[in-house]
T-cell receptor, first 114, second 109 residues
Framework: KAGVTQTPRYLIKTRGQQVTLSCSPI?????VSWYQQTPGQGLQFLFE???????NKGNFPGRFSGRQFSNSRSEMNVSTLELGDSALYLC?????????????FGPGTRLTVT | KNEVEQSPQNLTAQEGEFITINCSYS?????LHWLQQHPGGGIVSLFM???GKKKHGRLIATINIQEKHSSLHITASHPRDSAVYIC???????????FGEGTQLTVNP
């Protein structure tokens, strides 16, 4: 089975712009979670989608949003980018809902905001 | 105080040594995960535990639910084990993962 894929792998944006990141889960997996990793804050949970529904959301401002499509692929969007949004964004898929099922991580998208 | 605390933050060992990384948490959990992250960012799930002990090759993970503590052991460490090891818990109140700060392990030949 192919692993979790994320596109793009690297991205450079300017403050104020918006960005969309994509995640394709392992075939058959219906849950996709998104995480942000920064040197200062470490790994933080953004949100989780299961069968096109957002089931859980972390403590991030409304500029961070996401969605999941019927084929389980997921996108996250960050509007009005700030310098502090520079981070590695990781998605993970699992066969069930939530972390009780083993999560499989993608390689991440490294976003740099200048 | 962080909900998930790992120790040590940094660990340097000689090849062949037995290594232990500890994780303590303060919330009720339904599962605890041990993750490995190599330079470049890729994360691999090593273990998912809700009780007892699991073993995979040279890696062993244990959890004590009553004491809210887990340990990751690496036997006969090797330079390729050099990575950041991250403990994450799934709280019983929801399906989100809360992460420890990670332990940077360096194994010298």
């Amino acid at each position: 089975k192919a692993g979790v894929t994320q596109t793009p792998r690297y991205l450079i944006k300017t403050r104020g712009q918006q960005v969309t990141l994509s995640c394709s889960p392992i075939s058959g997996h219906r849950s996709v979670s998104w995480y942000q990793q920064t040197p200062g804050q470490g790994l933080q949970f953004l949100f989780e989608y299961f069968s096109e529904t957002q089931r859980n959301k972390g403590n991030f401002p409304g500029r961070f949003s996401g969605r999941q499509f019927s084929n389980s692929r997921s996108e996250m969007n960050v509007s009005t980018l700030e310098l502090g949004d520079s981070a590695l964004y990781l998605c993970a898929s699992s066969s069930g809902q939530g972390g009780v099922y083993e999560q499989y991580f993608g390689p991440g998208t490294r976003l740099t905001v200048t | 105080k962080n909900e998930v605390e790992q120790s040590p933050q940094n660990l340097t060992a000689q090849e062949g040594e037995f290594i232990t990384i500890n994780c303590s948490y303060s919330v009720g959990i339904s599962a605890l995960h041990w993750l490995q992250q190599h330079p470049g960012g890729g994360i691999v799930s090593l273990f998912m535990l809700s009780s007892g002990k699991k073993k995979h090759g040279r890696l062993i993970a244990t959890i004590n639910i009553q004491e809210k503590h887990s340990s990751l052991h690496i036997t006969a460490s090797h330079p390729r084990d050099s990575a950041v090891y991250i403990c994450a818990v799934e709280e019983t109140s929801g399906s989100r993962l809360t992460f420890g700060e990670g332990t940077q392990l360096t194994v010298n030949p």
